[in-house]
T-cell receptor, first 111, second 112 residues
Framework: EDQVTQSPEALRLQEGESSSLNCSYT??????LFWYRQDPGKGPEFLFT???AGEEKEKERLKATLTKKESFLHITAPKPEDSATYLC????????????FGTGTKLQVIP | EAQVTQNPRYLITVTGKKLTVTCSQN?????MSWYRQDPGLGLRQIYY???????DKGDVPEGYKVSRKEKRNFPLILESPSPNQTSLYFC???????????FGPGTRLTVT
């Protein structure tokens, strides 16, 4: 069974304090790993797709990396507007129509 | 503007009273799906559709029905809602490769 585990569940940072969120996965044949951002009361918003170990993608203060067992979302010098829940999801080769989500990391950035 | 819309946004109903949550997308996407989101459980897929008249079960399909008669619409039907279906529901759409999903704003359903 495909499993996605995100840690920590919640993270509180001071503005400018860099940190990383973790997404570890157990799947048979990864086709893609996705990161989404979800603001309270809204639907998830796509951030990145990673396909293979060693791949990295960046967007403003966010950088996503991928290994064979986990992905990290690095947040550099965060601002209060980065406060949100960050979701990780995986898609497998055998059932590419199915995506399994983790439970998310709730990030709070304090001014 | 490219978007996924859902209606209603909020719904309070009673056990056993049939209801439908509508979902529409204007991006000509082949793939559409329904998720429910519950605290501590994350997003779980209910049903998905790869194209018109093609639907399949996700992880938690019990108590739900769907139909895909038009490419842009994918309604979620609860024939006899029960309190354990109280949840936040999201509709999503994507191209056939499933690489980027666009989510609707959500429907908060309460079944008493």
């Amino acid at each position: 069974e495909d499993q996605v585990t995100q840690s920590p569940e919640a993270l509180r940072l001071q503005e400018g304090e860099s940190s990383s969120l973790n997404c570890s996965y157990t799947v048979s044949g990864l086709r893609g790993l996705f990161w989404y951002r979800q603001d309270p009361g809204k639907g998830p918003e796509f951030l990145f797709t990673l396909y293979s170990a060693g791949e990295e993608k960046e967007k403003e203060r966010l950088k996503a990396t991928l290994t064979k067992k986990e992905s990290f979302l690095h947040i550099t010098a965060p601002k209060p507007e980065d406060s949100a829940t960050y979701l990780c999801a995986v898609q497998t080769r055998r059932g590419y129509q199915k995506v399994t989500f983790g439970t998310g990391t709730k990030l709070q950035v304090i001014p | 503007e490219a978007q996924v819309t859902q209606n209603p946004r909020y719904l309070i109903t009673v056990t056993g009273k049939k209801l439908t949550v509508t979902c529409s997308q204007n991006m000509n996407h082949e793939y559409m799906s329904w998720y429910r989101q519950d605290p501590g459980l994350g997003l779980r897929q209910i049903y998905y559709s790869m194209n018109v008249e093609v639907t399949d079960k996700g992880d938690v399909p019990e108590g739900y029905k769907v139909s895909r008669k038009e490419k842009r619409n994918f309604p979620l039907i609860l024939e006899s809602p029960s309190p354990n279906q109280t949840s936040l529901y999201f509709c999503a759409s994507s191209k056939a490769d499933r690489q980027v999903e666009y989510f609707g704003p959500g429907t908060r359903l309460t079944v008493t």
